[in-house]
C-alpha cells in the first residue's frame, strides 16, 4: 500500500529560492609557495646553461680579423676557403702552410691576440664583409692571377644561415615558456595544489599546517556528528577489533552541511584523535588539472593512503568531481566522469581491514551521483547544521581561549548577537577583534572590539547574501509557529517535538519537527489535518504580514500531492466517488489506458483538488486567528532562542489538547541536542 504523505521528520518546509553559496574557492595562490623553489632553481639551471654556453664558443671561435686584413690575407695566399654566410659574414680558413710558418702573424689585427692565429687548431678566421665590397668578383680575379703563379686558389661558397639569436627569440622564448608552464602545472598537479597533502613530506607539512594535533575538544557543539564519527575513531586505532568477527567498517563517510560549519575540522579532529595521519584534497584540485590526469591523480592518493594506512582521506567539495555522470556541464564533463568512475573504482578496492577511511564533505548532496551513495562507498552520511545559540556560545569559548579576554567579554552575549553565523565566521569575528584590540594597542581584547569585529563581519556576511536578514528571520519565526501551533491543536497531526529557526542545511531556513506516529492507515481528517497543518506556516505568513513568500514552497508541494492522492488514489472526495484514476501510471506493465477519465472527469478532478486545499487552508487561518497572541509569542520567543523544545513548547502552548504523548513524561526529546528528537523515526517512537 502507498501513501502519499511522507511523514519525515524532516522540515515541513524549506525556502528553495534562498540562493546556494557555491563552493569555497581555494585560495589559489597559496600554492604558488612551493614553485618558487621551482622558479628560482630553474633560472641558477640557465643562467649555468649560457655561461657554459659562451665558454665553448670562446674556445672553438674563429680568430677575428679586419675586412682589410683578410683582403691583404687573400692576396698573399694564405686563405684556403671562403665561405660567405647571409651576405655578409665571412667564414674562413688558412691554408695549414701558412698557420705553421706563422705567416698569418705578419700583420695582426688590433683585436686578435697574435698567439691565438699560431694555434695549429685555429685555422678558422672570421670577418665581416663590407655591402659596397664585390667580394666574389675579387676572388675570381686573385684566382685568374693565382693559376698563372702556381699558387693555389681559394675555394668560396655563399650559405644561407639563420641568425640564431634571432631564431631564438622567435622560438625559444615562447617554447621555453610553453615549457615553463607545462612543468609549473606539472608540479600542481604532483602537489595537488594543496600543502597538507600525502606524500613523503606529508608529515612534516601537516605538523607546519596544523600545529598540533586537532581533538574533538577543538570541535564545539556538534555533539550528535561527533558521537557518529566516534566509531570511525574507534576503528582507527583498532581495525582488528572490528573485524575480527568478519563484519566489513563503513570506509567511506559523507559530511553533508552549509560551508564553514567545521567539516573539515570533524575529520582533522577524527585524524587527530586517532592518531593517524590526515590527506586532505579539494575536489575542485581534481577538476582544475589537464585532461586525464585527475584520474591518474586519484589512484595516487589511494596507492599513498594505502602505505600510509592507518589512515584519512578527507576531499573537500566533493560534488566538484561527484556530480552525476553524464551531465550536462559543457567542458570539463568527460574529465570529471574519468575522475568519478577511477574514484568509485578505488573505494571498490578497499577491504574494509586496510584502515584507510575516506571523509568526504558537500553541501550539495542533492547533485551527488547516486554511485558514490551507494554501500560500500559513501554509504555514511553525517549530517551538520549550523550552530544554535548554545553552540555558538560554545564555539567563541573555543575561539576566545587563545586570546587574552577583557572581563567583559561574555560569549553568551555574543552568541544571541550572531544569529545565521557558521563556526567558520565565529572564528573570523574572534580573530578580527583580537587585531583591533593589538592595533588598538590594548592589552586585552575587550567587548567592544568585538562588536566592531561583529559588524565588519557581518557586512561581509550581507554582502555575499549568506546571513539572513532581520525582517526574513521575523518571516520564518512566524512560519515556523504557524505549523508549530496548527500541529499541536490538531487532533490528527504528529506532535511537535522542536521548533527552530537555525538554518539546516542548503534551502531550509528553519524547522517545525514532529514525531511520526506509528501508522500505515489514514483517515480522511487525518489527511485534512497534516494538509491544515502543512499550511500553517504560509498562512501565518499571511496573517501577520499580509502577504506570503516563496519560503512555504516544499509545503504546497505536499499539500498538492496529498490533495490529488486524496481524490484520485484513496476515494476520499463524495463528488467523484471512490474511483481510482491513477491506473495509467501504477500499472507501467500492464494494459495501459491512454487517458483514464474524461476531460469532464479532469476538471472535476481539479475542481475537487482545490476545494479540499482551500478547505484546509481556511482551517489553518482559522486556527491561527483564533490563537494569534500564542503566535505571535511564539515567534518572539523563537527569534530570541532560536529552538524550543518540548518544554518550552507545553510552557507556552499547554498539554497538547489531543494524543497521548507518552514520550512527553519520559523526559526524552526535549533537550535541543536530544538523539531521539532529531533522529525520530516511526518505530522508535510510538
Ligand atoms: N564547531 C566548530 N567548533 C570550533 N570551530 C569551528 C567549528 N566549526 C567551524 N569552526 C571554525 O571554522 C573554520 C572553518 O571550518 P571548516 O573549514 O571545518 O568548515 P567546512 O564545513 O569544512 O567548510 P567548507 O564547506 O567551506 O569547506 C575552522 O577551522 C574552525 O576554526
Ligand atoms: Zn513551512
Not at 563484519?247 to 575540522?265: E, H, S, Y
Request: aromatic share 6%; with cysteine.
Amino acid at each position: 500500500m502507498c501513501f502519499c504523505i511522507v511523514s519525515s521528520p524532516e522540515a515541513m518546509h524549506s525556502n528553495a529560492d534562498s540562493p546556494s553559496s557555491g563552493p569555497g574557492l581555494q585560495p589559489v595562490w597559496t600554492t604558488l609557495r612551493s614553485p618558487y623553489v621551482f622558479w628560482i632553481g630553474g633560472a641558477i639551471l640557465l643562467a649555468l646553461l649560457v655561461h657554459l654556453g659562451i665558454k665553448w664558443q670562446q674556445a672553438s671561435a674563429p680568430v677575428r680579423i679586419e675586412y682589410s686584413t683578410f683582403l691583404e690575407h687573400v692576396e698573399s695566399g694564405y686563405v684556403e676557403r671562403v665561405e660567405i654566410v647571409n651576405g655578409k659574414r665571412i667564414n674562413g680558413t688558412y691554408t695549414a702552410a701558412a698557420v705553421q710558418n706563422d705567416r698569418v702573424e705578419t700583420r695582426p689585427p688590433p683585436a686578435a691576440p697574435m698567439g691565438a692565429v699560431v694555434d695549429r687548431s685555429r685555422r678558422a678566421f672570421a670577418t665581416h664583409k663590407p655591402t659596397a665590397h664585390e667580394l666574389t668578383a675579387f676572388l675570381r680575379r686573385h684566382n685568374e692571377a693565382a693559376t698563372g703563379t702556381g699558387t693555389a686558389p681559394v675555394t668560396f661558397a655563399a650559405t644561407q644561415e639563420s641568425d640564431w639569436v634571432g631564431t631564438l627569440l622567435l622560438w625559444g622564448l615562447p617554447l621555453g615558456l610553453i615549457v615553463g608552464i607545462w612543468l609549473f602545472f606539472m608540479r600542481r598537479m604532483a602537489t595537488g595544489g594543496r600543502e597538507e597533502q600525502i606524500g613523503s613530506d606529508t608529515a612534516a607539512l601537516f605538523e607546519e599546517a596544523g600545529g598540533r594535533r586537532v581533538t574533538f575538544d577543538d570541535v564545539a557543539g556538534l555533539a550528535e556528528p561527533k558521537e557518529e564519527v566516534a566509531e570511525v575513531v574507534e576503528f582507527l586505532r583498532r581495525p582488528q577489533k572490528f573485524t575480527r568477527l568478519g563484519g566489513a567498517l563503513p570506509t567511506g563517510v559523507l559530511l553533508v552541511g552549509p560551508p564553514g560549519t567545521g567539516k573539515t575540522l570533524l575529520a582533522k579532529a577524527v585524524a587527530g584523535e586517532a592518531g593517524v595521519p590526515f590527506a586532505s584534497i579539494s575536489g575542485s584540485d581534481f577538476m582544475e588539472m589537464f585532461v586525464g590526469v585527475g584520474a591518474s591523480r586519484v589512484r595516487d592518493l589511494f596507492d599513498q593512503a594505502k602505505e600510509r594506512a592507518p589512515c584519512i582521506i578527507f576531499i573537500d567539495e566533493v560534488d566538484a568531481i561527484g556530480r552525476t555522470r553524464g551531465g550536462p556541464g559543457g567542458a570539463g564533463t568527460g574529465e570529471r566522469d574519468n575522475t568519478l568512475n577511477q574514484l568509485l573504482v578505488e573505494m571498490d578496492g578497499f577491504d574494509s581491514d586496510e584502515g584507510v577511511v575516506i571523509m568526504a564533505a558537500t553541501n550539495r548532496p542533492d547533485v551527488l551521483d547516486a554511485a558514490l551513495l551507494r554501500p560500500g562507498r559513501f554509504d555514511r552520511q553525517i549530517s551538520i547544521h549550523k550552530p544554535d545559540r548554545l553552540e555558538r556560545a560554545d564555539i567563541f569559548r573555543v575561539h576566545v581561549a587563545d586570546l587574552r579576554l577583557d572581563a567583559s567579554v561574555d560569549p553568551e552575549a555574543l552568541a544571541r548577537q550572531t544569529p545565521g553565523f557558521a563556526g567558520a565566521e565565529i572564528a573570523n569575528v574572534c580573530n578580527e577583534a583580537a587585531l583591533l584590540a593589538a592595533r588598538r594597542g590594548r592589552n586585552a581584547v575587550q567587548m567592544d572590539d568585538f562588536d566592531q569585529a561583529l559588524d565588519r563581519v557581518m557586512a561581509g556576511l550581507e554582502r555575499s547574501n549568506k546571513l539572513i536578514s532581520p525582517e526574513e528571520r521575523r518571516v520564518i519565526a512566524h512560519h515556523e509557529s504557524g505549523h508549530a501551533i496548527v500541529g499541536w491543536f490538531l487532533e490528527h497531526t504528529d506532535p511537535v517535538v522542536k521548533v527552530s529557526v537555525v538554518p539546516r542545511g542548503l534551502s531550509a531556513l528553519g524547522h517545525a519537527q514532529h514525531l511520526p506516529k506509528e501508522r500505515d492507515l489514514y483517515s480522511r481528517e487525518a489527511l485534512m489535518d497534516r494538509m491544515t497543518m502543512a499550511l500553517g506556516g504560509r498562512g501565518a505568513e499571511e496573517i501577520v504580514f499580509g502577504r506570503a513568500t516563496t519560503g512555504a514552497k516544499d509545503d504546497l508541494e505536499r499539500v498538492t500531492e496529498t490533495a490529488y492522492a486524496m481524490v484520485v488514489d484513496y476515494g476520499m472526495s463524495d463528488r467523484i466517488g471512490p474511483l481510482s484514476y491513477n491506473r495509467a501510471e501504477r500499472r507501467a506493465d500492464g494494459p495501459l489506458f491512454e487517458k483514464p477519465y474524461s476531460d469532464a472527469m479532469a476538471a472535476a478532478i481539479d475542481e475537487e483538488v482545490a476545494d479540499i486545499v482551500r478547505e484546509a487552508r481556511a482551517r489553518a487561518n482559522d486556527l491561527l486567528r483564533e490563537k494569534r497572541p500564542l503566535l505571535d509569542e511564539m515567534a518572539e520567543r523563537l527569534l530570541r532562542e532560536e529552538v524550543l523544545g518540548v518544554e518550552a513548547l507545553v510552557a507556552l502552548l499547554g498539554s497538547p489538547p489531543h494524543g497521548e504523548y507518552a514520550w512527553l513524561k519520559e523526559g526524552d526529546g526535549t533537550s535541543r541536542n536530544s538523539a531521539s528528537a532529531e533522529g525520530a523515526s516511526p518505530s522508535s517512537q510510538g
